[in-house]
Nanobody
Framework: QGRPVESGGGSVQSGGSLRVSCILSKYTYNHPYCMGWFRQAPGKEREAVATIDNDGTTTYADSVKGRFTVSRDNAKNTVYLQMNNLKPEDTAMYYC??????????????????WGEGTQVTISS
């Protein structure tokens, strides 16, 4: 089915914006799926940031609500995470993950089948 592929990320100052992208395999995109953005900072556990399913239903961690938006482009099999008003505590490696043919979308790392390699996001104060 193919692993997701992230792109984007980078370094910005506090208050800035970044967008990360994730290309899902055609198989995943054309079946019931749950796609999640996760992040992991040094010394911390991996945490769910946002999810989106094939119906377009989204969920967000409380820490990013109102600042981050997950969206998708069906023509490109691509999911985006737009991150605005970034804070130093958002600094982490961001991972795209997907689960295919699932009855519901859970914001849980253990529920994901395929993971991207991650892209670094660094916010300076």
């Amino acid at each position: 089915q193919g692993r997701p592929v992230e792109s984007g990320g980078g370094s910005v100052q506090s208050g800035g914006s970044l967008r990360v992208s994730c290309i899902l395999s055609k198989y995943t995109y054309n079946h019931p799926y749950c796609m999640g953005w996760f992040r992991q900072a040094p010394g911390k556990e991996r945490e769910a940031v946002a999810t989106i399913d094939n119906d377009g239903t989204t969920t967000y961690a409380d820490s990013v609500k109102g600042r981050f938006t997950v969206s998708r482009d069906n023509a490109k099999n691509t999911v985006y995470l737009q991150m605005n008003n970034l804070k130093p505590e958002d600094t982490a490696m961001y991972y795209c993950a997907a689960a295919t043919d699932v009855p519901y979308c859970a914001a849980s790392a253990t529920s994901m089948d395929f993971w991207g390699e991650g892209t670094q996001v660094t916010i300076s104060s």
